[in-house]
């Protein structure tokens, strides 16, 4: 292979580059954004001026060291530069497209194991290539992978999951049975100590793994590496004392500080470190074609022994990609959506549960809480008293469509989250052990929430599901990048420039894709109507809060049952599956509003709450009554399309339709009713009941004289009586609704229920 596809390559590996950190970044913005986003100490502009700063300050700082080359994947010294750079294009693309994908699904992953176990996958895919083309076996492997250190990566991430979940529940839970909820209201002294083990840990963290191969600290950080009890000795008293005299004289929040300091650190540490992940491959790959350039030897015969050295990264490219990690911190909303399942999973109130509970998660919650019964019981009665008392949280009632506008948790949560992840980055950074500050990060946080009484018995399936489900997609991680690396090495090395050319494209081509398709759902999310939930006091705003779900869940309801119809009788499966997910969203909206009765009696007013309550349960049952129907209409339709049965005849498709026309007519002429609140019309369509009925009851009296004459097939005729028949139910169930409203039209001038 000539000269100019390696020139090639390098451009290309610079492409990447940049690619990589925009999506690295939009992944790994959930280490250090998390704490503060979701206690919401300081404004959202503030955290983006703090975590920029400590971005750009971390780039500056930056050691410069590509960490897994340095830590010895692969040996360098067994491949040539042909195959390193076969080995460096595989792992970037790669590295791309998995971490955009879990962008795209909002799950946080690590970019230190995205881009470990693809630098093992191109290598040992290139390394049997090697064995097999000189008849070795595949005992040799060996002798080009560096398998201990491979191993020793695993052990040390999966152990720092575990070391992470435990302390953090710990900390969290010492700290809070000394501060409680009521923080704000202890003395000075609790505070000041808690901001002095904060801070320390943070300074800390700030010197050994945030400015770590800093050549102009270098002398300072070889006096706290021999000196390291008596600096965080020094540090734990001067904070201390810091601490108190700002929350005396200056009446500051120590949280707030914490938290700010906790912020920055992890940003610049984030900068400082994970950086190489993303631009140490390319400049990795540029300096190994420099040395083969002024070597004058072919590429299948240039050995690269210069590789095992330590690479540095020119001071101007660190700048550069700092710049560019700054500018997708500003603008990715993909960053948004990973630091919001981080969140909500940590989240101490009832919030919005995106995922849903599986048999795992259900026997890890019953076991847990068997467990924790039993160790209760061997507590005295009086300590546990104490204890629950300490966890109590003032209760405020606050309706549930407040609930995503107010703090996940509190400052203290959030500074111990801060707090615990820069002592243990630090610990392991100074022991040298390899880990996940993803991992760290996220785990410390999930287990503050279980310590913190977040994950109680109305969230803990879903919660652990949740967490089960990032754990899930790190393994997947693992796994995925290596498989995937060395297949895509393994293309190149057949293919070579049009197999580059070809992933090129085709990389190209899906990031783009997931970034049409994310902004279409976020559009979507912008632009989508909701049922709202009641928050009403009395039957009047009640009638009015009511009257605007009814209204849209008509209009939503005609487009649901048109298209079922119409994708039955045009054998249409795309549209009927779209009549399905349009059901299920209605579905769940409705679960939504029924699971928020709790909260909204806790807001009604003692003389009326009984009437209201009956009032608007009946709505919801009636509401979700509708819903079933459309939901066996659309399945009925799908799952007799989709098994590709014989089409409807042209009469029942016909029959069908003046079917559909008068329920079209019937769910838009209520639709305007609640629109415009003229409940007086209400009578006029339940005295016409019996018209809407018999109509339907007409098509079914016709449909039993064709198949008796001349219908040959069954399941036709099951699926038409089964529509119609469904159909009634919904003309039902509307008329029910309809007489609700009817029998307390006159609640809305103000009498009582």
Same mark, same amino acid.
């Given at each position: 292979?000539?000269?100019?596809?390696?020139?090639?390559?390098?451009?290309?590996?610079?492409?990447?580059?940049?690619?990589? %950190?925009?999506?690295?970044?939009?992944?790994?913005?959930?280490?250090? %954004?998390?704490?503060?986003?979701?206690?919401?100490?300081?404004?959202?502009?503030?955290?983006?001026?703090?975590?920029?700063?400590?971005? /750009?300050?971390?780039?500056?700082?930056?050691?410069?060291?590509?960490?897994?080359?340095?830590?010895?994947?692969?040996?360098?010294?067994?491949?040539?530069?042909?195959?390193?750079?076969?080995?460096?294009?595989?792992?970037?693309? #790669?590295?791309?497209?998995?971490?955009?994908?879990?962008?795209?699904?909002?799950?946080?992953?690590?970019?230190?194991?995205?881009?470990?176990?693809?630098?093992?996958?191109?290598?040992?895919?290139?390394?049997?290539?090697?064995?097999?083309?000189?008849?070795?076996?595949?005992?040799?492997?060996?002798?080009?992978?560096?398998?201990?250190?491979?191993?020793?990566?695993?052990?040390?991430?999966?152990?720092?999951?575990?070391?992470?979940?435990?302390?953090?529940?710990?900390?969290?839970?010492?700290?809070?049975?000394?501060? #409680?909820?009521?923080?704000?209201?202890?003395?000075?002294?609790?505070?000041?100590?808690?901001?002095?083990?904060?801070?320390?840990?943070?300074?800390?963290?700030? !010197?050994?793994?945030?400015?770590?191969?800093?050549?102009?600290?270098?002398?300072?950080?070889?006096?706290?590496? @021999?000196?390291?009890?008596?600096?965080?000795?020094?540090?734990?008293?001067?904070?201390?004392?810091?601490?108190?005299? &700002?929350?005396?004289?200056?009446?500051?929040?120590?949280?707030?500080?914490?938290?700010?300091?906790?912020?920055?650190?992890?940003?610049?540490?984030?900068?400082?470190?994970?950086?190489?992940?993303?631009?140490?491959?390319?400049?990795?790959?540029?300096?190994?074609?420099?040395?083969?350039?002024?070597?004058?030897?072919?590429?299948?015969?240039?050995?690269?022994?210069?590789?095992?050295?330590?690479?540095?990264?020119? &001071?101007?490219?660190?700048?550069? +990609?700092?710049?560019?990690?700054?500018?997708?911190?500003?603008?990715?909303?993909?960053?948004?959506?990973?630091?919001?399942?981080?969140?909500?999973?940590?989240?101490?109130?009832?919030?919005?549960?995106?995922?849903?509970?599986?048999? !795992?998660?259900?026997?890890?919650?019953?076991?847990?809480?068997?467990?924790?019964?039993?160790?209760?019981?061997?507590?005295?009665?009086?300590?546990?008293?104490?204890?629950?008392?300490?966890?109590?949280?003032?209760?405020?009632?606050?309706?549930?469509?407040?609930?995503?506008?107010?703090?996940?948790?509190?400052?203290?949560?959030?500074?111990?989250?801060?707090?615990?992840?820069?002592?243990?980055?630090?610990?392991?950074? *100074?022991?040298?052990?390899?880990?996940?500050?993803?991992?760290?990060?996220?785990?410390? /946080?999930?287990?503050?929430? %279980?310590?913190?009484?977040?994950?109680?018995?109305? *969230?803990?399936?879903?919660?652990?599901?949740?967490?089960?489900?990032?754990?899930?997609?790190?393994?997947?991680?693992?796994? +995925?990048?290596?498989?995937?690396?060395?297949?895509?090495?393994?293309?190149?090395?057949?293919?070579?420039?049009?197999?580059?050319?070809?992933?090129?494209?085709?990389?190209?081509?899906?990031?783009?894709?997931?970034?049409?398709?994310?902004?279409?759902?976020?559009?979507?999310?912008?632009?989508?109507?909701?049922?709202?939930?009641?928050?009403?006091?009395?039957?009047?705003?009640?009638?009015?809060?009511?009257?605007?779900?009814?209204?849209? /869940?008509?209009?939503?309801? =005609?487009?649901?049952?048109?298209?079922?119809?119409?994708?039955?009788?045009?054998?249409?499966?795309?549209?009927?599956?779209?009549?399905?997910?349009?059901?299920?969203? %209605?579905?769940?909206?409705?679960?939504?509003?029924?699971?928020?009765?709790?909260?909204?009696?806790?807001?009604?007013?003692?003389?009326?709450?009984?009437?209201?309550?009956?009032?608007?349960?009946?709505?919801?049952?009636?509401?979700?009554?509708?819903? @079933?129907?459309?939901?066996?209409?659309?399945?009925?339709?799908?799952?007799?399309?989709?098994?590709?049965?014989?089409?409807?005849?042209?009469?029942?498709?016909?029959?069908?339709?003046?079917?559909?026309?008068?329920?079209?007519?019937?769910?838009?002429?209520? @639709?305007?009713?609640?629109?415009?609140?003229?409940?007086?019309?209400?009578?006029?369509?339940?005295? =016409?009941?019996?018209?809407?009925?018999?109509?339907?009851? !007409?098509?079914?009296?016709? @449909?039993?004289?064709?198949?008796?004459?001349?219908?040959?097939?069954?399941?036709?005729?099951?699926?038409?009586?089964?529509?119609? *028949?469904?159909?009634?139910?919904?003309?039902?169930?509307?008329?029910?609704?309809?007489?609700?409203?009817?029998?307390?039209?006159?609640?809305?001038?103000? #009498?009582?229920?």
């Amino acid at each position: 292979m000539g000269e100019n596809l390696y020139f090639f390559m390098i451009i290309a590996l610079a492409v990447l580059a940049i690619t990589d %950190l925009v999506v690295g970044v939009s992944n790994d913005a959930v280490n250090f %954004l998390n704490s503060a986003i979701g206690s919401k100490a300081i404004s959202f502009r503030t955290i983006m001026i703090v975590a920029s700063i400590g971005i /750009a300050f971390g780039a500056m700082s930056s050691s410069g060291m590509m960490e897994v080359a340095r830590k010895g994947i692969f040996n360098p010294s067994e491949f040539v530069f042909a195959e390193i750079m076969i080995v460096f294009m595989a792992v970037m693309i #790669t590295d791309i497209l998995l971490l955009d994908f879990f962008n795209t699904m909002g799950l946080p992953t690590s970019t230190t194991v995205s881009i470990v176990f693809e630098l093992l996958g191109a290598s040992v895919a290139i390394s049997l290539v090697k064995i097999y083309s000189s008849g070795g076996g595949f005992t040799e492997l060996g002798s080009y992978i560096n398998t201990d250190k491979a191993t020793e990566i695993i052990l040390g991430i999966l152990l720092s999951v575990a070391i992470a979940f435990s302390i953090g529940a710990i900390v969290q839970f010492f700290s809070r049975a000394l501060l #409680t909820f009521r923080f704000e209201k202890k003395p000075s002294w609790m505070g000041a100590l808690f901001g002095g083990f904060a801070i320390t840990g943070i300074i800390y963290f700030i !010197l050994i793994k945030g400015l770590k191969g800093t050549e102009f600290l270098g002398t300072i950080l070889d006096w706290v590496a @021999q000196h390291t009890n008596l600096f965080l000795l020094g540090n734990f008293a001067f904070w201390t004392l810091v601490s108190w005299f &700002t929350m005396k004289v200056f009446k500051w929040n120590i949280y707030r500080l914490i938290i700010i300091l906790g912020t920055f650190a992890l940003a610049m540490a984030f900068a400082g470190n994970d950086l190489v992940n993303f631009v140490g491959v390319p400049i990795a790959a540029y300096q190994s074609f420099l040395d083969w350039q002024g070597a004058g030897v072919l590429a299948e015969n240039y050995t690269m022994e210069n590789l095992a050295t330590a690479v540095r990264t020119p &001071t101007l490219l660190l700048l550069i +990609s700092g710049l560019i990690m700054v500018l997708t911190l500003w603008f990715s909303s993909k960053a948004r959506s990973v630091v919001k399942t981080s969140v909500d999973l940590s989240r101490q109130d009832e919030g919005e549960e995106r995922f849903e509970p599986n048999y !795992l998660s259900r026997r890890i919650v019953k076991y847990s809480i068997q467990a924790a019964d039993n160790v209760g019981n061997l507590l005295p009665r009086s300590l546990q008293k104490r204890l629950n008392k300490r966890f109590e949280k003032p209760y405020v009632y606050i309706p549930k469509s407040r609930a995503q506008d107010l703090p996940a948790f509190d400052m203290v949560r959030a500074s111990v989250n801060l707090m615990v992840a820069s002592v243990l980055i630090s610990i392991a950074t *100074s022991m040298k052990l390899p880990l996940s500050t993803t991992y760290v990060t996220f785990m410390v /946080a999930m287990g503050s929430s %279980l310590a913190d009484r977040a994950w109680g018995p109305e *969230s803990a399936v879903y919660r652990v599901a949740g967490v089960l489900n990032v754990i899930g997609g790190w393994f997947f991680t693992a796994f +995925s990048a290596f498989v995937a690396a060395a297949a895509i090495a393994y293309l190149i090395h057949l293919g070579g420039i049009w197999a580059i050319g070809i992933l090129l494209l085709m990389a190209i081509l899906l990031i783009g894709r997931n970034y049409l398709s994310h902004n279409r759902k976020i559009q979507e999310t912008k632009r989508e109507e909701r049922l709202q939930k009641a928050e009403s006091g009395t039957i009047r705003e009640l009638i009015d809060e009511s009257s605007e779900n009814v209204a849209l /869940a008509m209009r939503r309801a =005609n487009k649901i049952y048109t298209s079922c119809i119409d994708g039955l009788a045009r054998h249409d499966i795309e549209r009927l599956k779209k009549s399905k997910k349009g059901i299920d969203k %209605l579905e769940t909206e409705i679960e939504e509003l029924k699971g928020n009765i709790f909260y909204f009696i806790k807001n009604l007013d003692d003389s009326s709450s009984l009437g209201i309550t009956n009032f608007y349960i009946a709505v919801l049952n009636s509401l979700e009554d509708i819903a @079933q129907s459309l939901e066996y209409i659309s399945k009925a339709g799908y799952k007799h399309v989709i098994n590709n049965h014989k089409k409807l005849r042209f009469n029942q498709i016909k029959d069908l339709k003046e079917v559909d026309i008068r329920v079209e007519e019937l769910l838009s002429r209520i @639709q305007k009713i609640f629109e415009t609140n003229a409940y007086a019309e209400i009578v006029t369509i339940i005295v =016409n009941k019996e018209e809407y009925i018999n109509e339907v009851n !007409l098509k079914i009296e016709k @449909q039993v004289t064709r198949t008796r004459m001349d219908e040959s097939s069954p399941k036709n005729t099951a699926l038409y009586f089964s529509l119609l *028949s469904e159909t009634k139910d919904l003309l039902d169930a509307l008329m029910d609704l309809l007489e609700l409203y009817d029998g307390h039209a006159n609640a809305k001038t103000g #009498t009582t229920l």
